[in-house]
């Protein structure tokens, strides 16, 4: 089955303390992307990566740092998290990045930073 | 700049019965794509429909259809027919370029039996 995983999918932690989001996809697919949820704003993009080792800022990667070392993973760091990384967070990829490309989103994962 | 505009916060609907959710954005692009995205409360994000900005056919996918207007800058989505299953958050999403999923801020629609 196509599809786009996230671990965890839920995380409560301290501020400060370092921790890795990951992002797995099995369709071969050479784009893939970061986007953070909060209410009243929609989605925003942290951060993409158009293929192995290619990656760029989004709108808001301010906190964030990622890496694309395979095709198929996409890690979300944040280094020394502070409270308002508090959000839900998706990982979504495509098979290229050209715009007519359907973006296929993962399950969410929702962090809380105390 | 690139924006998306959802102005209903909310909007409800009784089973059976026809819904339209509005969305506008702002381009000056002539190329571009236009999606509708349902989150339920799962929270996962699922394509509804998507419109190629070239295309003047509104796009349809079973009960859920779009009236695209591209002078007007306008996609709104309607649902035919809705069922409890629709309840969920929607959103309007722009894209244009090779990097950039542009999202309104959603809204919520609620299904009453």
């Known amino acids: 089955e196509a599809q786009v995983t996230q671990n965890p999918r839920y995380l409560i932690t301290v501020t400060g303390k370092k921790l890795t989001v990951t992002c797995s996809q099995n369709m071969n697919h050479e784009y893939m992307s970061w986007y953070r949820q909060d209410p009243g704003l929609g989605l925003r993009q942290i951060y993409y990566?158009?293929?192995?080792?290619?990656?760029d800022k989004g709108d808001v990667p301010e906190g964030y740092k990622v890496s694309r070392k395979e095709k198929r993973n996409f890690p979300l760091i944040l280094e020394s998290p502070s409270p308002n990384q508090t959000s839900l967070y998706f990982c979504?990829?495509?098979?290229?990045?050209?715009?007519?490309?359907?973006?296929?989103f993962g399950p969410g994962t929702r962090l809380l930073v105390l | 700049a690139q924006t998306v505009t959802q102005s209903q916060p909310e909007m409800s609907v009784q089973e059976a019965e026809t819904v339209t959710l509005s969305c506008t954005y702002d381009t000056s692009e002539s190329d571009y794509y236009l999606f509708w995205y349902k989150q339920p409360p799962s929270r996962q994000m699922i394509l509804v429909i998507r419109?190629?900005?070239?295309?003047?056919q509104n796009a349809t996918e079973n009960r859920f259809s779009v009236n695209f207007q591209k002078a007007a800058k306008s996609f709104s989505l309607k649902i035919s027919d809705s069922q409890l299953g629709d309840a969920a958050m929607y959103f309007c999403a722009y894209r244009v370029n090779t990097d950039k999923l542009i999202f309104g801020t959603g809204t919520r629609l609620q299904v009453f039996p």
């Open positions: 979504a990829s495509s098979e290229s990045p050209f715009p007519r490309e359907t973006q296929y």
């Open positions: 990566s158009m293929n192995v080792e290619v990656t």
């Open positions: 419109q190629e900005a070239y295309k003047q």
